[in-house]
C-alpha cells in the first residue's frame, strides 16, 4: 500500500468530510444562527469564518488550531489601537477587556470569575499548580503514565528538589474503562498521597479519563487534583462545578481557537489555602485569585481580549453541537481506517472513551514519510508518533 492508496482509501471509508474546501474568511459571510441540528451547509458556513486555505485539511488540533476570523481581527484593531496610543490612558480600557474574558472564561467552565487565573498556556497552569502546592519528603503524588511533560516531568524534577514521591498509574492499551482507573487509582492511594494529576484526554492516543470520579475519590480523602485540560477545553463540554476539581488547565490554542500564548488556570475556592503563587511582578487581575496568580508583568491584552472573542464564538455555534460535530468526524475516520488492510488503531472506537483524538499504526508505510507526502501532495495536516510506545499517525479533527 502507498500514500496514494491510502489517502483514497480513508476517503472511501467515510473520512469524505475533510476535503471539503471552505472559502477565504474575508468573503464569508457572517456566522448564521445555529440550527437545531446542524448540517453540513451550516459546518461550512463555520469553515468559512477561518482563513485557512481552500485545499488544506488539519487534522492536528491537539496541536494547534486556527484562529477564526473574529479572533484575528479583534487582535488586530485593538493591537492597532494600542500601538497607535500606547499611553497608560488609553490601555486603561484594555484591563476592562481582560476581565470580561476572565468573566466569559468562568462562565464557559461553569465556575466564578473569582477562581479564573489567565494563564499563557496548559503547560504554565500545570507549573503554576506544581510549584505552588506545598509537598515535602514522605507525600505522595499519583499521576498517569501518559501525562503531558508538563504534568509529569514537572513533578518527577520538583520531587528531586523537595524529596516527595511520584507514582506512575499505568495507562493500559485498549482503554479498559472508566471502572479500570478508578479502581487503579483507589489502589494506588496510600495515607501520605496528596495530590493526583491526571489528562482528562491523552494526547497520545485520546484516552479519555473518569475525571469526576476520580477527583469524587480524591476529594473524599483531602486529595488535592489537578486536571490537565490541554485536550478538552474547547472541544469537550467541561462543566468544572460538576467535575469538582481542585485545579483545571487548559490553552487558548488549541480546541479553543484562540491567540496563542493565552491559556487558563481554574483554581477552586475551596483550594485556593493550599498553594502558593510561584510568580510575582506588575500588573494582576482584578479579583479572586487572580490577583495573586496573574501578576506576570507586561501581557499583550490584545490577545487576551481576543480569547474572549474566541470563546464567544464557540458559545454561538454551541459547545455541545462542537463536541458532537469533532466526535462524529473522528468516528468516520475510524471507519475509514477500519476499511484498510494492515492499520492498527490505537484509539479506543468507544465514543464513551475517546472524543477526537486518534491514533494508529499505518501498515508497513514510513510514518514519517506517509505524514510529509499527505501534507506535500493532499494537503492534510497531521502529527506523528516515533518510538516504540503505540508509535504511528495522530488524527484530531475538530469542528472546521
Request: aromatic share 8%.
Amino acid at each position: 500500500m502507498n500514500r496514494r492508496e491510502f489517502a483514497r482509501l480513508l476517503a472511501i471509508g467515510g473520512a469524505a468530510p475533510f476535503v471539503t474546501p471552505g472559502l477565504t474568511w474575508a468573503r464569508a459571510a457572517k456566522l448564521p444562527p445555529t440550527p437545531a441540528s446542524p448540517d453540513e451547509k451550516f459546518w461550512m458556513s463555520v469553515r468559512e469564518q477561518f482563513v485557512m486555505p481552500r485545499e488544506l485539511t488539519m487534522l492536528n488540533a491537539a496541536n494547534l488550531c486556527p484562529s477564526s476570523g473574529p479572533v484575528l481581527e479583534t487582535m488586530y484593531r485593538m493591537t492597532k489601537d494600542m500601538d497607535q496610543d500606547p499611553s497608560s490612558d488609553n490601555r486603561a480600557k484594555l484591563g476592562d477587556g481582560r476581565e470580561n474574558t476572565r468573566k466569559l472564561l468562568a462562565e464557559f467552565l461553569r465556575v466564578t470569575p473569582e477562581e479564573i487565573v489567565i494563564t499563557r498556556n496548559t503547560s504554565e497552569s500545570n507549573n503554576l499548580v506544581s510549584t505552588g502546592v506545598e509537598l515535602k519528603a514522605g507525600d505522595e503524588v499519583l499521576l498517569t503514565a501518559d501525562n503531558h511533560p508538563s504534568n509529569h516531568t514537572a513533578w518527577q524534577e520538583k520531587a528531586k528538589r523537595f524529596g516527595f514521591t511520584v507514582k506512575d498509574v499505568p495507562v493500559p492499551n485498549p482503554h479498559p474503562g472508566f471502572d479500570h482507573y478508578v479502581d487503579a487509582f483507589k489502589t494506588m492511594i496510600t495515607p501520605h498521597t496528596k495530590v493526583i494529576a491526571f489528562t482528562h484526554q491523552t494526547s497520545t492516543v485520546g484516552d479519555v479519563f473518569p475525571a469526576k470520579e476520580i477527583c469524587r475519590l480524591a476529594r473524599e480523602r483531602g486529595i488535592l487534583t489537578l486536571v490537565d485540560g490541554a485536550q478538552s477545553f474547547g472541544l469537550m463540554d467541561v462543566d468544572l462545578s460538576d467535575m469538582q476539581p481542585d485545579f483545571y488547565s487548559g490553552s487558548a490554542h488549541k480546541w479553543a481557537c484562540g491567540p496563542k500564548e493565552n491559556g487558563v488556570l481554574y483554581i477552586n475556592k475551596s483550594a485556593q489555602t493550599r498553594i502558593w503563587a510561584s510568580i510575582f511582578s506588575a500588573y494582576p487581575g482584578r479579583i479572586g485569585i487572580s490577583r495573586t496568580f496573574e501578576g506576570f508583568g507586561q501581557r499583550d491584552e490584545p490577545a487576551m481580549i481576543a480569547f474572549g472573542e474566541a470563546l464567544t464564538f464557540q458559545t454561538k455555534i454551541g459547545r455541545a453541537h462542537i463536541e458532537k460535530r469533532s466526535r462524529e468526524l473522528t468516528q468516520a475516520l475510524i471507519a475509514g481506517l477500519k476499511k484498510i488492510d494492515g492499520v492498527r488503531i490505537w484509539t479506543s472506537p468507544d465514543p464513551a472513551r475517546s472524543v477526537a483524538v486518534l491514533s494508529f499504526l499505518p501498515g508497513n508505510l514510513d510514518i514519517r514519510k506517509l505524514s510529509a507526502a499527505l501534507y506535500q501532495k493532499d494537503r492534510i495536516g497531521c502529527a506523528t508518533r516515533g518510538g516504540q510506545d503505540r508509535p504511528g499517525l495522530r488524527f484530531s479533527p475538530h469542528f472546521y
